[in-house]
């Protein structure tokens, strides 16, 4: 075979060979985009219904029988954790003290935070000429490891802000 | 075209052919979509809370003269904290109740209040519901005093919060308290 032949027959190979190459699908493109795509639609879906305020706070409420909760109120998640009382709230708020505080003063935040909610809460009753018993109400998720005296600066706040109705969480167990 | 370069051509054919991988697609798809279902429970999961129940209680509000012939102040009910209100004292060992009275003016008399002990160190809801109701019924035919439907819970500081809450709602289960007013102490 003499050299033209040679050189036509190899690049007529590397030809069939990129043709080949070329030909074969690549079936894996579309897949990247269409995963982060309906990520962000699932993800978006769940946020927009809003998430449980309880995640992320560590309480453990008392399981027991009792009426149930309706949606709305200020929600407080209160629980015990290095030696400090943490208060969370469901806009991801969070106050601390120290478990044995006495000082009025650490409780400061808190009652603000809690006139402030009361103040919003006057306010829409205002434009929307209706008021409801349960979006003025608190409701305190107490851990079940706390002590009574650790729930006073919750109720000493409370009655500061001038919150009069307020109640207990509870889990119901069917 | 000379017979190495079909020959190549079969062979790259074959080989096309035997490396088909068509059903790549269908399973791929199907991951996809059984990755989103997981994802969605999980996070639906996560996010979707139990069921939840209440148990209420009140802060006292002072009371204010407010212009009597409004319609508003006729719909508003209200209870009131006398001296006649019960009161239960809830400490380490034992229930103690009587009125308010007994609490604070006549706080050294023996014979206004009662006690109803814990057994085993678990507080016995049922025998103070039923001594508080006895007593309730008593003092309205002795004295003519009758329940508002309020009452007031002094829990000691050690008591465990799942008791104190127990306690309120067994008391409002009970049908003599409507209201339960959780008081701090005594000073």
Known sequence: MNNKQLFAENWQTC?????????????????????GFMLVMILG???????????????????????RLPDGGIWLGVYEK???????????????????????????????????????EAESTVIKMKSSAITSRAVIAVDQHLKYVHLRPILYSLAKANISRYGFETRIIN | MTASMTLQSKISKTKKRLSDTSWYLPIIILASIGLMVTLSFLLRATSMAGKYGIVTSEIPLVSVPFDQSSEVGNTINTLTVETTTPVIVLTKNRFIFGDLDAFTTNI????????????????????????IEKWLFGRASRSNISSQGLGI??????????????????????????????????Q
Do not use: C
């Not at chain 1, 030809?15 to 985009?33: C, G, M, V």
């Not at chain 1, 946020?47 to 409420?61: E, I, K, W």
């Not at chain 2, 000691?156 to 701090?184: D, Y």
């Open chain 1, 45 to 67: 879906g769940h946020l927009l219904t809003d998430l449980n305020p309880r995640l992320g706070a560590r309480v453990q409420v008392i399981p027991l029988e009792s009426d």
């Open chain 1, 15 to 35: 030809l069939f060979r990129i043709k080949d190459r070329l030909e074969i699908p690549i079936q894996w493109y579309p897949f990247p985009a269409m995963i």
């Open chain 1, 82 to 120: 290095d030696e400090e009382i943490h208060v969370i709230t469901s806009d991801r708020k969070k106050f601390s003290w120290a478990q044995n505080s006495v000082d009025i003063e650490n409780f400061e935040p808190l009652i603000r935070y809690l006139k402030l909610k009361t103040l919003e």
């Open chain 2, 108 to 131: 050294d008399s023996l014979r206004n209040k009662f006690s109803v002990s814990h057994v085993d160190g678990a507080p016995d809801l049922l025998n103070l519901i039923k001594d």
């Open chain 2, 153 to 186: 819970l002094i829990p000691q500081g050690e008591i465990p919060t799942p008791i104190v809450i127990q306690t309120i709602q067994s008391l409002k289960a009970s049908k003599h308290f409507e209201k339960i007013v959780l008081g701090s102490g005594f």
